[in-house]
């Protein structure tokens, strides 16, 4: 055997430089031709490629070279998420300005996924800290501000004394600063939102159209919605003040024996208490302000509160129960403020438990059952039952009970049905440089004013200090602060906020559609043929956040007019992690492996063959040293054969066809169908097999005697096909054999193969089906058939059915591919 080996440093050098002068990955809009727009998440520079990446984009390239291949006109663009934290950190250690550090690892990265051999079209790269484009997400800013979907509001926000700047939840570990561990205190400080609770229940109906995500990410942005359905609840206050709370459970009215409200709740200061109630109020509140919220609402932490002193009347009985303080109680749900049923309950009940408050029982599990005493009560009873202890109502099954409450107290205009969402508006303003300036100024008399859109972009000063303490840099800049209003002229200060990066990541998909637009955030003419992203592919890690806010976004620019699409990712496939030694690649853990020293040992193309053949796109790869020479050897393997073939063609051999060629001229078609249909489903790695087995079938045809006088328009009808199979894989080889077998151009050119169904069905069986030993059916199923196939087929047989009927199958006997026994009685 040969053990010769192609130099695929040259190859691929070869090739990538070819594809480029070729320009065959450009894609233009084009109404006479289908369109497929295949992407990617876009990485953030932060220096290097790592094997996620090397993993999303192997995926992302194999779907948009097929598509095209199958004639697709196809857009599959690059960019890069460039603002952000770590390039401010960087100056920080480093002392290097953040855009040079950005820049530098772009080119960087750049010049590895070129290394990759991926089909980008390299003229549409776009970078968000460019002012080109983030010129356009200020312009996005100024018309949510135009709709009031973009406004400020004073928030209870993370702040780090000492990095002077506003954290993240996510920022926040164990209640201290995750740069350098401050304790964290809440602040109130006035911020900027995007009102995504507009669209709370469209982001939440759309999913249903959503046919082409995964059902767990649906599920998972269902969840952060959060929608509940219930009722708001007025009760009043001795001085007539009515306080209203969300309940899911207007059924449990008569139960409620205190009032909650949040320790940040406004009416607190109104609330009339002596000097020492008033201390242990402030006491209470103040010791909550460094504990985060999923602290105060964890299951596990003892729930604490304090009394106010005061009374509130509950509407449907005129019962006077106390109001408490609680920190379980959030602010920002809901109303702020909860009638607290500790009998129905479990945080209530453990309330009422530790500060000997009532318990009153209104919802028994029972149809009938007579009250319990509450005191006597170990746990609270959550679910639905009958109502008891409740006037009128007593005896209605909680559901119709809660529409006639409801109803009674519409009618006393005392409360109504209501819906509430556990989504909140979005946060986006950051006391951070490295981000887009908020194109707002402010104005003693005009208030926050729009930066005009002929003055856009407001430029992000390059000539800043950038130190770890302070606050943000923008606020000492005077050049960039002092500003006249854009109203009156007179004085005015720039906002010194930036946006949140995931601005810049929820809108970059339209971008692409025409990045060098200098008029538009794109063309509309380009967005109408382009828009939605065919498929989108990226990590389930953004499950909820990018792709909530790209809905959202999307969304709103359809009600501006800018798009006609309400969702911009019609498919949605999220690749699993890469892992080693069982746990995924991280630094820390000393188990990553380097791209870029595979891409030299091995070359690009057997990277992606290994990743790709290693698990389907959405398992965890479990990465192997051995799979990746399985994947080198076997490229090298069909490097040989192929070879071998295409001397074989160009002796011009005038063999006829014997029984060994239709044997491979079958496995060809039967593999054309098993790569296609394989694709198309996303089980890439069974379609690397497929084409394994073709090379195997190739061989094997050598060895039966195909070698003697092979016949040539079988091995040329073979060669071609394996390399057209090859091509979205391993591209670089797949043209570099193209063009050693005569090919001109490059094979991703070429139109992807069709098989001949009738020789593509060689790969079915025969099964022989039996009951109690006795031949009564035969049928055909696939070569690969399974043990739970055949007892389907067994039991879906017409033939059979009548052999079974009334009676009980009570063995199942299978020999594999070939019979199946049922034993009847
Ligand atoms: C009375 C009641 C009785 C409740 C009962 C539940 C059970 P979901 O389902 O998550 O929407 N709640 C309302 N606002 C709150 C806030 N700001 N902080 C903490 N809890 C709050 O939860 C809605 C329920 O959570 C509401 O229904 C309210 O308690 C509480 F047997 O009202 B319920
Ligand atoms: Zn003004």
New binding site residues.
């Given amino acids: 055997m040969s053990t010769e080996r192609y130099d695929f440093t040259s190859v691929e050098a070869k090739w990538q430089k070819r594809w480029e002068e070729l320009g065959i990955y450009r894609s233009k809009a084009d109404s006479a031709k289908e369109k497929k727009y295949i992407l990617e998440m876009f990485p953030y520079p932060s220096g290097n490629i790592h094997m996620g990446h090397v993993r999303n984009y192997s995926i992302g390239d194999v779907l948009a070279r097929y598509n095209r291949m199958r004639g697709f006109n196809v857009l599959h663009p690059i960019g890069y998420d460039a603002f952000g934290m770590p390039a401010e950190n960087a100056a920080i250690e480093r002392g290097v300005h953040p855009k040079d550090w950005t820049y530098q690892n772009i080119e960087t990265m750049r010049g590895q996924l070129k290394r990759l051999g991926l089909s980008y079209d390299w003229d549409r790269e776009i970078i968000t800290c460019s002012p080109e484009y983030y010129r356009w997400g200020q312009w996005l800013f100024l018309k949510f501000f135009e709709k009031g979907l973009a406004y400020q509001k004073k928030a209870n926000v993370n702040w780090c004394p000492s990095c002077e700047t506003v954290l993240a939840n996510e920022q926040v570990e164990g209640g201290g600063c995750w740069r350098c561990s401050t304790q964290v205190v809440k602040r109130e400080l006035k911020q900027w939102f995007f009102k995504i609770c507009d669209y709370a229940k469209e982001l939440l109906d759309d999913l249903g159209e959503l046919g082409g995500w995964p059902e767990k990410v649906k599920v998972m942005q269902e969840n952060w919605i959060?929608r509940?359905e219930?009722a708001m609840v007025d009760f009043t206050l001795e001085s007539g003040k009515t306080v209203t709370?969300?309940?899911?459970?207007?059924d449990?009215?008569f139960?409620?024996t205190f009032f909650?409200l949040?320790p940040e709740h406004p009416l607190v200061d109104e609330l009339e208490m002596d000097s020492g109630r008033k201390a242990a109020v402030d006491e209470f509140r103040k010791s909550l302000a460094a504990v985060s919220e999923i602290d105060r609402?964890s299951a596990e932490i003892e729930k604490r509160g304090v009394f106010t002193g005061s009374y509130i009347i509950n509407p449907v009985n005129g019962k006077r129960v106390p109001i408490w303080l609680?920190d379980?109680?959030?602010?920002?749900?809901?109303?702020?403020?909860?009638?607290?049923?500790p009998?129905?309950?479990e945080?209530?009940f453990a309330f009422a438990k530790k500060y000997d408050l009532a318990i009153r029982e209104v919802?028994a599990e029972e149809k009938g059952a007579a009250p319990k005493d509450g005191a006597q009560m170990r746990e609270?009873f959550?679910g639905n039952g009958f109502l008891v202890n409740s006037a009128r109502f007593t005896g209605l099954e909680s559901d119709a009970a809660k529409r006639a409450i409801v109803e009674e107290l519409e009618g006393q205009k005392k409360g109504k049905s209501a819906v509430?969402y556990?989504l909140k508006d979005w946060l986006i303003s950051r006391q951070r440089y490295w981000g887009n300036p908020i194109p707002i100024i402010h104005c003693e008399r005009c208030g926050a004013v729009a930066v005009k859109e002929e003055d856009l972009p407001v430029i992000l000063p390059e000539d800043v200090v950038i130190s770890e303490k302070g606050g943000s840099p923008l606020a000492k800049h005077e050049g960039f602060l002092n500003v006249s209003c854009p109203k009156c002229g007179g004085e005015g200060r720039r906002e010194t906020d930036t946006m949140d990066t995931f601005t810049c990541s929820s809108w970059y998909f339209l971008r692409y559609v025409s990045p060098k637009d200098d008029v538009a955030p794109f063309d509309k003419e380009a967005a109408a043929y382009w828009m939605p992203v065919d498929q989108y592919i990226g990590g389930i890690e953004h499950a909820i956040l990018h792709l909530l806010y790209s809905r959202f976004f999307t969304k709103v620019m359809r009600d501006i007019g800018l798009i006609d699409v309400g969702e911009p990712f019609k498919n949605l496939l999220t690749q699993g992690m890469v892992i080693k030694d069982g746990a995924k690649m991280s630094k820390s853990k000393g188990n990553v492996v380097d791209p870029r020293e595979i891409i030299e040992r091995y070359g690009a193309d057997t990277a992606r063959l290994f990743i790709l053949f290693a698990s389907p796109p959405e398992k965890e790869l479990d990465w192997s040293d051995q799979g990746v020479q399985g994947a080198y050897r076997f490229l090298n393997r069909l490097y040989r054969i192929v070879m071998r073939n295409i001397e074989a063609t160009s002796a011009g051999s005038k063999a006829l066809a014997d029984e060994s060629d239709k044997e491979l001229l079958r496995a060809l078609h039967i593999s054309i169908k098993k790569v296609t249909g394989d694709i198309e489903r996303f089980n890439l790695n069974t379609a690397i097999s497929a084409i394994m087995e073709l090379v195997n079938a190739n061989y094997k045809h050598y060895d039966d005697g195909g070698s003697r006088g092979a016949e040539v328009e079988t091995i040329s009808a073979v060669t071609e096909g394996l390399l057209l199979l090859l091509s979205p894989f391993a591209p670089h080889l797949a043209d570099e054999l193209f063009e050693a077998g005569g090919g001109e151009g490059s094979i991703h050119l070429r139109a992807w193969p069709a098989y001949d169904p009738d020789l593509a069905k060689a790969d079915e069986l025969t099964i022989i089906l039996q009951v109690n030993g006795k031949v009564r059916d035969r049928v055909t199923a696939p070569a690969d058939v399974d043990e739970e196939e055949m007892k389907r087929l067994a039991l879906t047989s017409e033939r059979l059915s009548e052999f079974i009927k009334d009676k009980e199958v009570v063995k199942v006997i299978v020999v594999p591919k070939k019979i199946i026994n049922l034993v009847v009685k």
Avoid at 245 to 250: E, Q, W
Avoid at 328 to 341: F, K, P, Q, R
């Fill in positions: 959060g509940s219930g709370v969300f309940t899911t459970r207007p449990t009215l139960g409620c909650l949040a609402t609680a379980y109680v959030l602010m920002d749900y809901g109303t702020g403020a909860v009638m607290a049923v009998a129905h309950d945080r209530d919802v609270a959550s509430n556990r």
